[in-house]
């Protein structure tokens, strides 16, 4: 058996990681997204911010937002509008939702997710405000009926700002638990507080900018949580014989539902295992989330933004320009089109 030394082994299956990301993701989903121009712009956050050194773990920025569309999910009026007006949930020949996760869907939605969080942090400021349309494009059209009559619109302040403190959260909870070097304490909060600039950007108003802020808003939420039949069936142990990759399966499920605030494990039937148990989990996520960093290093975009403003910045980070109710009407064909 021919083996390779360690460094080339590593370097053979960093270069295997970067051609899939430049392949599934890059090429599809970062297209018009600048980060090397122009010289000196800082952005919305600028390089010195907390939100450049949280999303340029691209792992854990990942897994974050899978945690994220976890928890979002516990809102019913959200799962209906991913099954009425996503390509998230496959359809029969009859162009009917049938329950079920499209998996081309769902590479287009956490590549387009993946995108945005990558360029509105670090950037340009024109790119930021593009991919901050574009998503506001979304969901203007995003409006409708549950099963249950209940409407449903996503440009609506409450709806707005539990999206936003899911996001947040997931974010935020994914890099304090698994980062090698992870913003604590007030250092977590400079996070959460610079980061309610993407909130607004979309449209959100009374955002929470603190750990407790966000955890007190989700928790206010829960009077109108549930769990529905689509996200039950993709979760705990309706997972037992599926296989685990990098974010779904049983495994990464698990780890997922970990993240959660306590009410929300408890409405999942999240029951964690003895923590000797549970802290052998954590650490092999540590490893498999720090190790695939530390091969694949920086991605391209971050590097691209760092030597961007290498010779200082040509003035303070930007701050979103989006008035809500001053964007123009477009159709759901029109708002697809400018992804």
Request: with cysteine.
């Amino acid at each position: 058996m021919i083996t390779l030394p360690r460094h080339k082994l590593a370097r053979t299956l960093a270069a295997r990681l970067e051609r899939h990301f430049d392949t599934q993701v890059r090429s599809r989903f970062f297209r018009g997204l600048e980060f090397a121009t122009p010289e000196g712009d800082p952005g919305w956050f600028g390089p010195d911010s907390a939100v450049w050194y949280v999303h340029s773990h691209t792992p854990l920025l990942s897994f974050g937002l899978a945690c994220a569309a976890f928890l979002e999910a516990l809102d019913p009026s959200i799962y209906w509008m991913g099954v009425q007006h996503s390509r998230l949930t496959a359809k029969d020949s009859d162009g009917k939702p049938t329950g079920e996760i499209d998996p081309e869907g769902a590479a287009v939605r956490f590549g387009h997710s993946l995108s945005f969080f990558i360029g509105t942090a670090y950037g340009s400021t024109a790119t930021a405000e593009r991919l901050a349309r574009t998503v506001r494009a979304m969901h203007h059209t995003i409006k409708g009926t549950r099963p249950d009559g209940l409407p449903y619109d996503a440009d609506d302040p409450q709806w707005l700002r539990w999206n936003y403190a899911t996001v947040v959260w997931g974010l935020a909870t994914a890099h304090e638990r698994y980062h090698p070097r992870p913003l604590r304490g007030k250092e977590l909060d400079r996070y959460y507080g610079e980061f309610v600039r993407v909130g607004h950007a979309l449209g959100g108003t009374d955002l929470p900018t603190t750990k407790a802020e966000t955890l007190e808003c989700l928790k206010e939420a829960l009077p109108r949580l549930a769990v529905t039949p689509g996200h039950a069936a993709r979760t705990g142990p309706n997972l037992r014989d599926t296989s685990t990759t990098l974010l779904t399966g049983p495994f990464m499920d698990w780890a997922i539902r970990d993240t959660l605030p306590d009410w929300a494990a408890r409405m999942v039937m999240h029951r964690p295992p003895n923590p000797v148990e549970r802290e052998a989990r954590r650490a092999a996520l540590r490893l498999l989330f720090n190790g695939t960093q530390s091969l694949i290093g920086p991605i391209k975009e971050f590097r691209q933004a760092q030597a961007r403003v290498a010779a200082g910045t040509t003035s303070a980070p930007t701050v979103p320009t989006y008035k809500p109710g001053t964007d123009p009407v477009r159709t759901r064909e029109e708002a697809e089109a400018m992804a």
